[in-house]
């Protein structure tokens, strides 16, 4: 079995574990620049290393039968340069959003991404939105693979909406900074308002905007209709899911140019039957298919987010089939098993078809 050393931002449950811990046939070194990047404990393994504790990356590697290089950001690949230098090891890097911007990016980052095209051996973004973006720059196409993100089937399993009820509950997940539109959604829910006074609003994040978004809710008297959710146990967050009628991404281009990929939070809702109303913004409309299994509006566009959640609420019966679109779609193209599966063939590849060939004859 081969090994892949895996440098990510940090290690917690949001960075991405499985598609460093579970691709199939494949070892793996979780690496993190320092041990303050180590956040959650219940992760620490014998594999998980720190890139400045590595001395001799030629011995490192030997060690542990490392095969590929894989950084899971733009900025982590530029890092590893020396690395694949030292070693002559094949380096992947994944792009998942801000890092194909020049949001808050250092000085000279752009001369390294283009550095980092030119040096590194495969690129794996997570949309076509994104490989788009990084062709701009001058990322040889042939390097490209578009790898979408999986979601756990498993873990978050179908339940048919309710098309019958009376509820209105909607619900948005994810950090609080501008790319995710809360501040808009919040906006066009207060104009929702007047016409289905029951309405409830939840968003479940934390972050920078927090007190921004809680000025808001005051400026706009959303008052008990509104919840600011942060830092709630994984079982508070799973009861709100399940007693959701809508789930909302408003992501938006921020004012520094930061963008999303495809939010994981949108494929976890349509996977566990959740309707939902999102924009057009980035890889998204690569998930949700408009009036087919949701609906998408312009991103930054208050009005027209709020006619989206007013048609939703007045059209409960399209929900069953909204939502069996939506299960049908991420079963077929952001199953986290088949996902994790492509990743071991695009290593296989990497590494000149022998691996291919070896499990061929396996079967």
Same mark, same amino acid.
């Given at each position: 079995?081969?090994?892949?050393?895996?440098?990510?931002?940090?290690?917690?449950?949001?960075?991405?574990?499985?598609?460093?811990?579970?691709?199939?046939?494949?070892?793996?070194?979780?690496?993190?620049?320092?041990?303050?990047?180590?956040?959650?404990?219940?992760?620490?393994?014998?594999?998980?290393?720190?890139?400045?504790?590595?001395?001799?990356?030629?011995?490192?590697?030997?060690?542990?039968?490392?095969?590929?290089?894989?950084?899971?950001?733009?900025?982590?690949?530029?890092?590893?340069?020396?690395?694949?230098?030292?070693?002559?090891?094949?380096?992947?890097?994944?792009?998942?959003?801000?890092?194909?911007?020049?949001?808050?990016?250092?000085?000279?980052?752009?001369?390294?991404?283009?550095?980092?095209?030119?040096?590194?051996?495969?690129?794996?973004?997570?949309?076509?939105?994104?490989?788009?973006?990084?062709?701009?720059?001058?990322?040889?196409?042939?390097?490209?693979?578009?790898?979408?993100?999986?979601?756990?089937?498993?873990?978050?399993?179908?339940?048919?909406?309710?098309?019958?009820?009376?509820?209105?509950?909607?619900?948005?997940?994810?950090?609080?900074?501008?790319?995710?539109?809360?501040?808009?959604?919040?906006?066009?829910?207060?104009?929702?308002?007047?016409?289905?006074?029951?309405? /409830?609003?939840?968003?479940? =994040?934390?972050? *920078?905007? &927090?007190?921004?978004?809680?000025? +808001? $809710?005051?400026? @706009?008297?959303?008052?008990?209709?509104?919840?600011?959710?942060?830092?709630?146990?994984?079982?508070?967050?799973?009861?709100?899911?399940?007693?959701?009628?809508?789930?909302?991404?408003?992501?938006?281009?921020?004012?520094?140019?930061?963008?999303?990929?495809?939010?994981?939070?949108?494929?976890?809702?349509?996977?566990?039957?959740?309707?939902?109303?999102?924009?057009?913004?980035?890889?998204?409309?690569?998930?949700? /298919?408009?009036?087919?299994? =949701?609906?998408? *509006?312009? &991103?930054?566009?208050?009005?027209? +987010? $709020?006619?989206? @959640?007013?048609?939703?609420?007045?059209?409960?019966?399209?929900?069953?089939?909204?939502?069996?679109?939506?299960?049908?779609?991420?079963?077929?193209?952001?199953?986290?098993?088949?996902?994790?599966?492509?990743?071991?063939?695009?290593?296989?590849?990497?590494?000149?078809?022998?691996?291919?060939?070896?499990?061929?004859?396996?079967?």
């Amino acid at each position: 079995m081969r090994t892949v050393m895996h440098l990510n931002l940090r290690v917690d449950p949001t960075q991405y574990v499985p598609q460093i811990r579970k691709v199939p046939d494949y070892d793996y070194i979780h690496l993190v620049r320092q041990p303050k990047y180590m956040i959650d404990m219940s992760l620490l393994n014998e594999k998980v290393h720190y890139l400045n504790e590595i001395y001799s990356p030629k011995k490192f590697v030997g060690k542990h039968d490392v095969g590929i290089l894989h950084a899971h950001h733009a900025q982590l690949g530029m890092l590893l340069l020396p690395f694949k230098k030292k070693t002559e090891l094949p380096l992947v890097t994944s792009i998942r959003g801000r890092d194909a911007t020049l949001a808050d990016q250092p000085v000279g980052y752009m001369d390294g991404a283009k550095k980092l095209f030119e040096e590194g051996d495969l690129f794996l973004p997570v949309c076509e939105y994104l490989a788009e973006r990084i062709i701009d720059w001058g990322c040889p196409p042939e390097k490209i693979k578009v790898l979408y993100g999986g979601v756990d089937l498993e873990q978050f399993k179908f339940r048919p909406p309710d098309v019958i009820g009376n509820s209105q509950n909607i619900l948005s997940m994810g950090r609080l900074v501008e790319k995710k539109g809360h501040h808009i959604l919040m906006k066009a829910f207060d104009k929702v308002r007047e016409n289905f006074p029951k309405a /409830t609003l939840t968003i479940i =994040g934390g972050g *920078v905007m &927090e007190e921004e978004l809680r000025n +808001l $809710a005051k400026e @706009l008297n959303l008052g008990d209709s509104f919840q600011l959710l942060n830092k709630i146990p994984k079982a508070l967050v799973q009861e709100k899911m399940q007693n959701a009628d809508l789930f909302v991404a408003a992501s938006m281009v921020a004012s520094n140019g930061d963008v999303e990929g495809i939010p994981n939070t949108v494929k976890e809702a349509m996977a566990t039957g959740l309707p939902v109303v999102s924009t057009t913004h980035a890889g998204i409309p690569e998930l949700v /298919t408009n009036n087919k299994d =949701g609906l998408l *509006v312009e &991103e930054n566009n208050v009005d027209e +987010l $709020a006619e989206a @959640l007013e048609f939703m609420l007045l059209n409960r019966p399209l929900w069953e089939s909204y939502a069996l679109n939506a299960r049908d779609k991420v079963e077929r193209l952001f199953d986290q098993q088949k996902q994790l599966a492509e990743q071991a063939r695009i290593y296989d590849e990497l590494l000149g078809g022998e691996l291919i060939e070896q499990k061929e004859e396996k079967k």
